[in-house]
């Protein structure tokens, strides 16, 4: 544990000594903010749902450029050689740069408050619905990250790894989309693996136990074939 711990530690000190942390903070916060607050005042209602709505797409687009660096820079670099030889885990190394990852991008989520306290001004707000749909979130970080890592880990450089997990979130992201033309056997599958038939439950103020084991399922399947994938890398 102790290992995990000093390896997130570091990363996460690493994501402020470079731009990374800043400028993906910032576009964050800047345009969930914009598309949230443009739809608001011509709504007139006091309440954050379309705020949570946007987060499935918005954390899409922005953890793999969290994670990206995380294991692919190390390969490029050449300094992946120098930690294989150190006594470390495989599970370490994967599980402390997801924890790193995971790290901030909550940072990322905790700066939003201020837009449900700025509501809150404007309103009368249900908070059982803003609680909700940041627990949803929270749980939709944890998934995103871990396919991010494993992207990473999968890819050869940064570029790659951005593309890759792309690809795989907006696959999850766009899945179930397709219900509606396929029989219902096989629409009701898509569905189920969808990350936003998930998470509608929580912008309608449900916390659901089947919902959030569907994204630590997510998150489990894709930090175990990371380290799968650390260890063949490690052996070659």
């Given at each position: 544990m102790n290992n995990i711990i000093t390896i997130a530690t570091k990363e996460f000190r690493g994501f402020f000594h470079s731009p990374v942390a800043y400028i993906v903070l910032?576009?964050?916060?800047?345009?969930?903010g914009w598309l949230f607050f443009s739809s608001f005042f011509l709504i007139g209602e006091a309440s954050l749902r379309n705020f949570f709505a946007l987060m499935p797409l918005m954390l899409v687009i922005f953890s793999p450029a969290v994670t990206m660096r995380l294991l692919a820079e190390e390969r490029k670099s050449g300094t992946f050689e120098l930690i294989a030889t150190m006594p470390l885990k495989d599970r370490d190394i994967i599980l402390g740069k997801y924890l790193s990852a995971c790290a901030l991008l909550i940072c990322g989520l905790f700066f939003t408050v201020p837009y449900a306290l700025s509501v809150a001004t404007i309103g009368v707000i249900d908070f059982g619905p803003v609680l909700s749909g940041y627990v949803g979130t929270l749980a939709l970080i944890l998934a995103l990250a871990a396919i991010g890592i494993l992207a990473s880990a999968l890819a050869k450089n940064q570029i790659s790894a951005l593309i890759l997990a792309l690809a795989l979130g907006f696959t999850l992201y766009l899945v179930g989309a397709?219900?509606?033309?396929?029989?219902?056997?096989?629409?009701?599958?898509?569905?189920?693996?969808?990350?936003?038939?998930?998470?509608?439950?929580?912008?309608?103020?449900i916390i659901d136990t089947k919902d959030i084991i569907y994204y630590l399922s997510i998150a489990f399947l894709a930090l175990y074939l990371g380290v799968l994938t650390l260890k063949a890398r490690r052996n070659n």
């Open positions: 910032t576009v964050f916060l800047l345009t969930t397709f219900t509606f033309f396929l029989p219902e056997s096989l629409g009701s599958f898509l569905a189920y693996i969808s990350l936003t038939t998930h998470f509608e439950n929580f912008t309608r103020g």
